[in-house]
């Protein structure tokens, strides 16, 4: 069973993420606007902790 780590989405600051990829324990997140968006704003997580914030998104964060 994966709990924390195994979730697909994340919200950070308002903006939601989409699981992108695993390497090793580190995973990286990439805005789930990105397909509408063109924003290639992405998170990289280890665990709970974030290691890296990511660029500007190119669009408001999403309130919903
Ligand atoms: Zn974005």
């Known amino acids: ?22 390497c090793s324990n580190k995973v990286r997140w990439l805005c789930s606007e990105s397909r509408n968006t063109k924003c290639h704003s992405t998170v ?13 998104h190119t669009h408001p964060p999403n309130s919903t």
């Open 1 to 22: 069973m994966t709990s924390s780590t195994g979730a697909r989405l994340m919200r950070l600051r308002g903006y939601s993420y989409g699981r992108h990829s695993v």
């Open 44 to 56: 990289v997580t280890i665990g709970r902790q974030i290691i890296s914030p990511g660029e500007k």
